[in-house]
């Protein structure tokens, strides 16, 4: 965002963040943008003018409480109003003041006339030095002009407007525009820290395989559970058998068979459902390719490179490992609470009642936790 490019890791001090703007003069910017500060910048600054992008660089270099500050060039994409304003607020203003600057600049006459606390100008022409000296040195007839430079008047016109708002030393409090920090970024859908609509599974469920796949899933899954939940109900039968002692042989030959039945059953499951995520994974890979190869230009330029290499990288590592390692604890404990809830309550019907109470309150809680 405009603000975290403004204090780069700085902690921040209200006071002097919204005298950095109106130094900046960046005030009339956050206002007409959508989130103020919070709007964010895009990559390169894709949503920024080229002054915008100037103008925030040098509020980051203003804010910091660095000793020495370089600034280069920083008036070179702003018009007259503008850099009247940031020479008189900002280059003479509070924030730099008792810090050492040095000023890249085309504007040499205008920063030796206006600048109370320039010291010394260095003249460079193809990479070397020409003369250093005094401001009145750029000032003497003959010296290098200001091809580039705003006219006096216009200067002297905006300086006069300004006159009562710098040279004091003091902070102004200026009016920032600040966002809700609840932003969307524009041309990027990961959806961090929200909650995932069920559109988003049915379609991950459909890359799966559809019906072809979910049918003999729920097949397999049932078989699973239904052995696992037979090999308790088997060992109550065995061991209120009459003649438990004399077939043990045969009873235990029973109760290995349901052991490995339910043991091959969930193998086959997880196999099943890996298939399913990888399949899922190369078809939902290959439609992410096909649309970012077929966006038109109009989307590259809104939208920072960098969300789509997280695409291709992040999202698909998540889609390949952490899709499955979540959907499969869910798919193998669902079925197993429902099996042991039917026979609990087919043995004890009273059961029903604090077993709804109990679903409906980790039915909220669930949802509470994914938001």
Same mark, same amino acid.
């Given at each position: 965002?405009?603000?975290?490019?403004?204090?780069?890791?700085?902690?921040?001090?209200?006071?002097?963040?919204?005298?950095?703007?109106?130094?900046?003069?960046?005030?009339?910017?956050?206002?007409? @943008?959508? +989130? *103020?500060?919070? %709007?964010? /910048? !895009?990559?390169?600054?894709?949503?920024?003018?080229? $002054?915008?992008?100037?103008?925030?660089?040098?509020?980051?270099?203003?804010?910091?409480?660095?000793?020495?500050?370089?600034?280069?060039?920083?008036?070179?994409?702003?018009?007259?109003?503008?850099?009247?304003?940031?020479?008189?607020?900002?280059?003479?203003?509070?924030?730099?003041?008792?810090?050492?600057?040095?000023?890249?600049?085309?504007?040499?006459?205008?920063?030796?006339?206006?600048?109370?606390?320039?010291?010394?100008?260095?003249? @460079?022409? +193809? *990479?070397?030095? %020409?003369? /250093? !000296?005094?401001?009145?040195?750029?000032?003497?007839? $003959?010296?290098?002009?200001?091809?580039?430079?705003?006219?006096?008047?216009?200067?002297?016109?905006?300086?006069?407007?300004?006159?009562?708002?710098?040279?004091?030393?003091?902070?102004?409090?200026?009016?920032?525009?600040?966002?809700?920090?609840?932003?969307?970024?524009?041309?990027?859908?990961?959806?961090?820290?929200?909650?995932?609509?069920?559109?988003?599974?049915?379609?991950?469920?459909?890359?799966?395989?559809?019906?072809?796949?979910? @049918?003999?899933?729920?097949?397999?899954?049932? /078989?699973?559970?239904?052995?696992?939940?037979?090999?308790?109900?088997?060992?109550?039968?065995?061991?209120?058998?009459?003649?438990?002692?004399?077939?043990?042989?045969?009873?235990?030959?029973?109760?290995?068979?349901?052991?490995?039945?339910?043991?091959?059953?969930?193998?086959?499951?997880?196999?099943?459902?890996?298939?399913?995520?990888?399949?899922?994974?190369?078809?939902?890979?290959?439609?992410?390719?096909?649309?970012?190869?077929?966006?038109?230009?109009?989307?590259?330029?809104?939208?920072?490179?960098?969300?789509?290499?997280?695409?291709?990288?992040?999202?698909?590592?998540?889609?390949?490992?952490?899709?499955?390692?979540?959907?499969?604890?869910?798919?193998?404990?669902?079925?197993?609470?429902?099996?042991?809830?039917?026979?609990?309550?087919?043995?004890?019907?009273?059961?029903?009642?604090?077993?709804?109470?109990?679903?409906?309150?980790?039915?909220?809680?669930?949802?509470?936790?994914?938001?």
């Amino acid at each position: 965002s405009v603000r975290d490019n403004i204090l780069f890791g700085e902690e921040y001090d209200e006071e002097r963040y919204n005298e950095t703007i109106f130094a900046c003069s960046l005030e009339d910017d956050l206002e007409a @943008l959508p +989130e *103020g500060d919070e %709007t964010r /910048v !895009g990559e390169q600054g894709l949503s920024m003018s080229g $002054g915008q992008k100037q103008r925030i660089a040098l509020a980051r270099a203003v804010y910091a409480r660095s000793e020495i500050v370089l600034l280069d060039d920083v008036l070179s994409a702003l018009d007259s109003n503008m850099v009247s304003h940031v020479v008189d607020n900002c280059l003479n203003g509070p924030l730099l003041e008792g810090r050492t600057v040095v000023l890249v600049t085309h504007f040499v006459k205008l920063c030796a006339r206006r600048l109370t606390t320039c010291e010394q100008v260095i003249k @460079l022409h +193809e *990479g070397r030095v %020409t003369s /250093v !000296g005094p401001p009145s040195d750029a000032l003497a007839p $003959g010296g290098s002009g200001m091809a580039r430079s705003p006219s006096n008047s216009s200067l002297r016109s905006n300086g006069s407007r300004r006159s009562g708002q710098q040279g004091d030393g003091k902070m102004h409090d200026a009016h920032v525009k600040h966002g809700s920090g609840a932003h969307e970024d524009r041309g990027d859908s990961s959806g961090e820290g929200t909650s995932i609509s069920w559109a988003v599974y049915k379609k991950y469920a459909a890359a799966m395989g559809g019906l072809k796949f979910w @049918l003999p899933y729920a097949v397999i899954n049932v /078989v699973a559970h239904v052995f696992m939940i037979g090999q308790g109900y088997f060992i109550g039968r065995w061991v209120n058998a009459s003649d438990a002692n004399s077939h043990a042989p045969r009873y235990f030959g029973l109760y290995a068979g349901i052991q490995l039945v339910a043991s091959v059953a969930l193998t086959v499951q997880y196999l099943y459902l890996i298939v399913g995520g990888i399949r899922a994974s190369r078809l939902l890979h290959a439609r992410l390719a096909t649309r970012i190869f077929a966006a038109p230009f109009r989307w590259w330029d809104r939208t920072p490179s960098s969300n789509a290499i997280n695409r291709f990288s992040k999202d698909t590592e998540v889609l390949d490992t952490e899709s499955i390692e979540n959907l499969q604890p869910v798919l193998d404990y669902a079925p197993q609470v429902l099996f042991v809830a039917i026979v609990i309550s087919v043995a004890l019907p009273v059961f029903l009642v604090p077993a709804a109470g109990i679903a409906v309150i980790f039915f909220f809680l669930g949802r509470l936790y994914i938001r």
